[in-house]
């Protein structure tokens, strides 16, 4: 259930009413907001009476959670969730960009997508250093190793990093190097990841399994909500459906779908969602278009030639030409997205 505490509640009412939820075998899960305060009571497996709740003090209204997923539903929080990381804020106006290689080969590669990913204006550095494969004969990436090159290429360009986690032994070591810890399409079902990284105290970046409905999509992110941490953010990164000319189908309608549904930030991934260059593009600007909180986007210097996922990896020029897109996007939904590049200079490829 969720209880609305009346404008002027005091605190000393605001906590007899949680002990009265926790005696009732509820978890409970407080919500501050600039008038008044909502508590989000989940957990109970009893039959209960929401009237023993309202007639406390300080109590304005309590409502019934007919979602299976409790925390994030815009019932328990009907406004947007704005995820703060020093200056950068997910969720808010602007629309953030993460972009750069699918994985951290060697040093020159690394700072080479840094340097030309921010040069375009985006704000956070994306990279793998665990890559989970279909065949366990591709590229699995550097492991710490590229988690230091990314870290230090992130730092020089001061820009945040995300990056995949896929088990929870590597959670010590990726808290070490890594912003926002990225939970991949293989492992949005990994309950036992996902409990563990509601414990954490970084942001948590969920993309969309393979085949998952949005239900199972946002009850997976309430796995992690339901830990303590609620910096979650999710990221549409396309299904598996009967289509095979593209990687996945790239379901932009999940944008405004999860929108209705969730006060959390919502991010579109065209890279993997298509999985080819010439694609990448307008479905990103199409996923700005319908309203999405920020894009993933691969960026190498010599895509040709990348290690993993070369094939739908944009080259920086065309990197710079989308950005320069998306500020003449953003600005027609109420958005923005970094006004101006670093440098006007563009850089690398002539594609």
């Not at 994985?103 to 704000?123: F, I, P, T």
């Not at 700005?288 to 739908?312: F, K, M, T």
Request: proline fraction near 4%; charge should be neutral; hydrophobic fraction near 40%.
């Amino acid at each position: 259930m969720v209880v609305v505490m009346q404008e002027r509640a005091s605190d000393e009412q605001v906590q007899k009413v949680i002990a009265k939820l926790v005696e009732m075998g509820f978890d409970v899960h407080r919500s501050t907001g600039a008038l008044r305060t909502v508590l989000g009571a989940v957990g109970s497996s009893r039959n209960y009476d929401t009237a023993l709740i309202e007639v406390l003090d300080g109590v304005q209204e309590v409502m019934r959670i007919t979602e299976p997923y409790k925390l994030a539903s815009r019932t328990f929080k009907p406004d947007n969730t704005v995820i703060t990381i020093g200056d950068l804020r997910i969720g808010g106006d602007e629309v953030i960009v993460m972009a750069g290689p699918c994985s951290a080969e060697n040093e020159n590669q690394v700072e080479a997508a840094a340097a030309a990913v921010k040069r375009a204006g985006a704000k956070v550095l994306r990279g793998g250093a665990f890559k989970p494969r279909s065949s366990p004969y591709s590229f699995q990436g550097l492991g710490e190793e590229g988690l230091r090159m990314l870290r230090a290429a992130a730092d020089r360009h001061t820009l945040k990093l995300v990056s995949e986690i896929m088990d929870i032994s590597q959670l010590e070591m990726m808290d070490r190097y890594a912003d926002i810890l990225q939970v991949g399409a293989r492992n949005m079902q990994n309950f036992h990841l996902l409990r563990e990284l509601g414990r954490s105290k970084k942001p948590i970046l969920l993309k969309r399994g393979i085949s998952a409905t949005i239900e199972e999509w946002l009850l997976s992110a309430e796995y992690i909500l339901a830990g303590g941490n609620m910096n979650v953010m999710l990221c549409e990164r396309g299904i598996r459906t009967f289509e095979s000319y593209t990687r996945n189908t790239f379901d932009i309608s999940a944008i405004p779908v999860v929108q209705k549904l969730s006060h959390l930030p919502v991010l579109a991934d065209p890279s993997h969602g298509t999985g080819k260059r010439d694609k990448v593009a307008p479905m990103a600007r199409a996923a700005v278009a319908a309203g999405c909180d920020g894009l993933l986007i691969e960026v190498h210097a010599d895509p040709d030639h990348a290690l993993s996922d070369g094939a739908q990896s944009l080259f920086p020029s065309q990197f710079d030409r989308l950005m320069a897109e998306l500020r003449i996007i953003a600005p027609a939904i109420g958005r923005s997205i970094c006004l101006e590049p670093v440098t006007k200079r563009g850089w690398g490829g002539s594609r």
